[in-house]
């Protein structure tokens, strides 16, 4: 290791907190740690800390480190005094409660005055809709709120060696991929839109310094175990920003991400401006912008399937191969805990077109990596609408690792799908956040992928979908790339 430089990466995603130490020169992983975060979805933010701080001991520590940057969860806000403690617990973008304050707001100022000055069709995830929640459910709270950061935003302040009973609060960084997330920020000025912060919240309050991408956040404080202090701080971005840089997404590439959630995305040179209300234009880590459809569903439909027919994962796609495309004619529409897009939060999972002939455990199977990839097809439509080229699909997440999730996306589009190395490319794109600090440049990091065979289109799997959509009233987008 003598003369080899280091860089570390921090991922605190919705689960847990990642940390990734990686050669400068090459990104390869040296060593990592992890820990996990609570399950609900309202959480103090001392819990994030916290796991960030366990994942660095069980990364052996950051001594030999020359440069960190975070990445986090986007949206999910953290409420701060003007002594720099933290008001109440946080709650989270998946965090279904907010939905009423979304509708509120969108009534008060209607839905397309959202989409113009930010480029968000507003969901229940961004971070104005939890302003909106706590004045009306903690108004005592959101009284003695004086700044209002993100996870990554309050992480990088705190490895900066702030925290409750220091103030500093004007210390307090951000990047555009966070402020993006908002919907108090504007893609085409870069500046925050500070009457729409002061609407939904009723007050004023601080908000984090937007940073370029290139820019330094500052440097690690002392006494924080297992880092020393004076360590570079790079920008840090959101989890699909950092995701985005390190997979070198270029105009063109569309990613699907298979974790918590299911989120599609692109790069584009111009923001996009939704007025049908599925595309999000958030910000990318470059200083482009990464327009993104996100549902809540995604890879732990698969939970679910393996606990109601007591397999494990790998069985799980084993079953579904067994199947023939469309499964018999079952379907599953996956919204077990309600959904995002489309806007659903109530709905919930339904089962439809089983009979005696069709009720089968393989067809089950196949059924609920149909719903969950279904879904995720008709986001990559609702990018292609929008003019936004989709020359080939990059699958990444945990579950893209499943031999029947291959398998079907590939029966469900008509684009070439592409898998890249196995990787955590969050972290990844945060150790070149922390890399840049260093050389005033992003590193070219290399990544393997493999493009897979071509499959034969199978268009009952995104028909049969639509049809359950329809069943129950549910609104569907017209099928542009499936």
Not at 99 to 115: C, D, F, P, Q, Y
Not at 121 to 127: A, G, I, V
Not at 227 to 250: E, K, M, Q, R
Request: aromatic share 6%; hydrophobic share 40%.
């Amino acid at each position: 290791m003598s003369g080899r430089t280091l860089v570390a990466g921090i991922d605190s995603s919705t689960q847990s907190c990642k940390v990734s130490v990686r050669d400068l020169v090459t990104g390869r992983q040296v060593r990592e740690g992890k820990a996990v975060h609570p399950a609900e979805t309202i959480v103090h933010p001392d819990a994030w800390w916290d796991a960030l701080l366990t994942a660095v001991a069980r990364a052996g520590g950051l001594d030999d480190v020359a440069a960190i940057s975070v990445s986090g969860q986007q949206h999910t806000p953290i409420f701060l005094d003007q002594s720099g403690s933290v008001v109440c617990e946080s709650p989270l973008w998946n965090d279904t409660g907010s939905h009423a304050h979304m509708v509120a707001l969108n009534a008060e100022l209607g839905r397309e005055e959202w989409i113009r000055r930010t480029g968000l069709p507003l969901t229940l995830s961004d971070t104005v809709t939890k302003l909106r929640w706590l004045r009306d459910t903690d108004p005592r709270s959101a009284a003695t709120t004086d700044a209002v950061a993100v996870v990554h935003d309050w992480l990088t302040w705190r490895l900066m060696g702030y925290g409750s009973g220091d103030g500093a609060l004007d210390r307090l960084t951000t990047d555009r991929s966070e402020a993006s997330g908002t919907a108090y920020w504007s893609p085409d000025t870069g500046d925050y839109t500070l009457d729409l912060f002061e609407h939904a919240f009723g007050r004023t309050a601080l908000l984090p310094r937007v940073l370029g991408p290139l820019e330094q956040a500052g440097v690690t404080g002392a006494g924080i175990p297992g880092i020393p202090p004076g360590i570079p701080i790079g920008v840090g971005s959101g989890d699909n920003a950092a995701a985005a840089l390190a997979l070198d997404v270029t105009v063109g590439d569309v990613v699907l991400s298979l974790g918590t959630s299911g989120v599609v995305y692109t790069r584009s040179a111009t923001p996009v401006h939704d007025t049908a209300g599925y595309v999000c234009n958030y910000a990318d880590a470059t200083g482009q912008h990464l327009p993104l459809v996100a549902t809540l569903n995604a890879a732990r439909n698969f939970d679910a399937g393996t606990a109601m027919l007591g397999c494990s994962y790998e069985e799980l796609s084993d079953l579904a191969l067994q199947a023939e495309p469309g499964a018999g004619g079952l379907t599953l529409l996956p919204f077990f805990e309600g959904e995002r897009t489309p806007d659903l939060p109530h709905a919930r999972a339904s089962l439809h077109g089983a009979s005696l002939s069709n009720f089968t455990r393989s067809n089950f199977a196949r059924a609920v990596i149909e719903g969950t990839l279904a879904s995720q097809v008709a986001m990559l439509d609702a990018l292609a609408d929008r003019g936004l080229p989709v020359d080939r699909l990059l699958l990444i997440g945990g579950a893209a690792r499943s031999a029947a999730v291959q398998t079907i996306l590939g029966q469900a589009v008509q684009v070439p799908v592409v898998i890249p190395a196995v990787d955590e490319y969050v972290t990844k794109g945060a150790a070149m956040q922390a890399a840049s600090t260093l050389t005033g440049a992003f590193p070219e990091w290399h990544v393997d992928r493999m493009e897979l065979p071509p499959a034969r289109f199978e268009g009952c799997i995104g028909r049969q979908h639509d049809e359950a959509m329809r069943a129950l009233a549910y609104a569907v987008a017209a099928p542009t790339v499936a």
